[in-house]
């Protein structure tokens, strides 16, 4: 059969397909360049002409796509003529005799394998190999590896020692390789991992529990619990507020009385263990003769009580309760004792609202008061030396006990300053403005036990009649009296004393008086058969007299 013309004229090398099978000439010997490991160690160098790897073991050549070679005998490779595959040109093949090209030689015709710069040679399998599947590199005739000198390398160029290089005898490199880990380091990491997978759960859940926290306290969902102190003991100290109601508390009781045409509410507190009670005497006036009066107790007992006796001069009355046990009087003190400034305390009944404690001070002693007076006739009007407190005291407090540190009764609250009713103490009821007042318990003691013992109280009197229109410093004896006769009584303390119509006094032990009212409260401050020492002006000259107090029957 004829064999095809080539296009252009015959390869002088006679390379196939166009010419015969040239005369293949051995390669030279396996050349071993020198490698450089990554991290910069030289590799020893095998031995010139080193051992080639076993017949058909793959050889790695990095980054270098592997050249497939003719099959022995010249045959064309299965996929092509040798050398025609992309990017990957055929490596010239040298003539027979082994001698390589010079650099930049002549490239063989189109279709021929020619060479590749930057492509070293691959080395080849020896004879009988077994070739490598998909394209790998089989072996060249006899069995030899082909070479190709690379200019500037050991061994490139013509005349220059050749080196054996054997791709399959290089060790094998990995870049950057680190040395394996120990079990040590490696149980390390794991607690370094470990920590840190707990601290940042640990912040994950703050940062969510206060989160939720805040909002659950601006929002509220679900049932809310609150702190509360744990449960402690009643007892308080004595001398505190709360020790001093807690032992006065079970002797005040509150007072309802009504009558035919009034009723009111009023405080008081117990005397002794046969059920006497002291009060104010307007608290108790609505039931008059034939009205009802009600005790309620501060443990919630109630009683009826009936009327002892009463004094509207004094402003105090007495009532008895019957067939009620377990009573608790409170102890009285001693009001010439008391000093501003002293701590006290006031129980009562302040609108109808029992067992109301309140605390203060004595702001002042021995304050003229007078109250009452709504009969016009002087009959109802109350003098008292009082003592000035500024705890509160309201309507409905009248009657209760003034306490001191101590617990015991030191006066009996009676009157206020209201702010509504300047004029008249304890007329209003806009309720206290740090004015009120309380009758000395010296003076309370006394009353109630003649009220108790005879029904009613005793005045001490001076004998004369007062001009209550005097507008001068002092207390002027009127020139007449009631009825038309003198207004120093015949045979009275004051005619024995020789004071005279006219005659003003200033001065009662030493303490100035201003006004008749202020005259009388200091009388009524004392008790009958007491020695007073006055000052009296009598046409402009000042004179001392001592007098006895006289009595006069309050009813």
Known sequence: MERPRPLH???????????????????????????????GTQLPQPPHGGTTP?????????????????????????????????????????????????????????????????LPQQSQQPHGGATPPHGTPGPGPHGASQAMSVPGQPGGGQGAPRQAYDPWNVPLQQVGSLPPETREKREKRGRRVLFIGVAVIALLSGLIGGATGAYLERNGTGDVELRQADAESADRPKGSVAGIASATLPGVVTLHVSGDSAQGTGTGFVLDGKGHILTNNHVVEPAGTGGEVSVAFSGGETAKAEVVGRDSGYDLAVVKVSGVRGLKP??????????????????????????????????????????????????????VDALQTDAPINPGNSGGPLVDSKARV?????????????SEPGGGQAGSIGLGFAIPINQGKRVAEELINFGKATHPVIGVTLDTEYNGDGARIADKG????????????????????????????????????????????????????????????DREVTLVLGSASSG
Do not use: C
């Open 54 to 118: 076993p017949h058909g073991t793959p050889g790695p050549a990095p980054h270098l796509p592997q050249q497939p070679q003719p099959l022995h005998g010249g045959a064309t490779p299965p996929h092509g003529t040798p050398g025609s595959g992309p990017h990957l040109p055929q490596q010239p093949q040298p003539p027979h005799g082994g001698a390589t090209p010079p650099h930049g030689g002549a490239t063989p015709p189109h279709g021929t394998p020619g060479s590749g710069p930057h």
């Open 482 to 541: 009631r009825n038309g006769g003198s207004s120093v009584n015949e045979n009275g303390p004051g005619d024995k004393a020789g004071l005279k119509p006219g005659d003003v006094i200033t001065e009662v032990d030493g303490r100035a008086v201003h006004s008749s009212d202020e005259l009388i409260v200091k009388v009524r401050a004392h008790r009958p058969k007491d020695r007073l020492r006055l000052t009296v002006e009598r046409d402009g000259d």
């Open 330 to 383: 409170l102890p009285l003190g001693n009001s010439e004792n008391v000093q501003v400034g002293d701590a006290v305390v006031a129980i009562g009944a302040p609108f109808d609202l029992e067992n109301t404690v309140t605390s203060g001070i004595i702001s002042a002693k021995e304050r003229p008061i007078t109250a009452g007076g709504e009969k016009g006739d002087g009959s109802d009007i109350s003098y």
């Open 410 to 422: 030191i006066g009996i609250n009676s009157a206020i300053r209201s702010a509504d009713d300047s």
């Open 9 to 39: 004229d015959p390869d002088p090398y006679s390379t196939p397909p166009y010419g015969e099978p040239g005369p293949w000439a051995p390669a030279p010997p396996v050349q071993h360049p020198a490698a450089t490991p990554a991290h």
